[in-house]
């Protein structure tokens, strides 16, 4: 069982930037592909990023190509979103997810874990 729980959300205007962290309570987190999805009021949840287990590849989708960066630190098993150049639209509940070495993916069944997300609102 790995526990996540994400951090680092909050209030910020547009073109403002935000590091999302998602701590896990396991050691063996250093196995686990990571995503990162969010959901905004009244649509569907929506995939981020994701990184393999190691940190070898990783996967955006173009709402956030070029503004967003996943990272991991594997010895603190803590996985990263910076989120450069905010907009309005980034506005959601972001949520980190984990599996166990299986490639990273866009599908939010794919993954087993989710930790409980953390709100991000951008203000124009």
């Known amino acids: 069982q790995v526990q996540l729980v994400e951090s680092g959300g909050g209030r910020v205007q547009a073109g403002g930037s935000l590091r999302l962290s998602c701590a896990a309570s396991?050691?063996?987190?250093?196995?686990?592909?990571v995503g990162w999805f969010r959901q905004a009021p009244g649509k569907e949840r929506e995939f981020v990023a994701a990184?393999?287990?190691?940190?070898?590849?990783?996967g955006y989708a173009d709402s956030v190509k070029g503004r967003f960066t996943i990272s991991r630190d594997n010895v603190k098993t803590t996985v990263y979103l910076q989120m450069n150049s905010l907009k309005p639209e980034d506005t959601a509940v972001y949520y980190c997810?984990?599996?166990?070495?299986?490639?990273?993916?866009?599908?939010?069944?794919?993954?087993?874990?989710w930790g409980q997300g953390t709100q991000v609102t951008v203000s124009s």
């Open positions: 396991e050691r063996t987190f250093s196995n686990c592909d």
């Open positions: 997810a984990a599996r166990f070495l299986r490639g990273w993916s866009r599908l939010g069944s794919d993954y087993r874990y």
């Open positions: 990184m393999t287990w190691n940190g070898d590849t990783a």
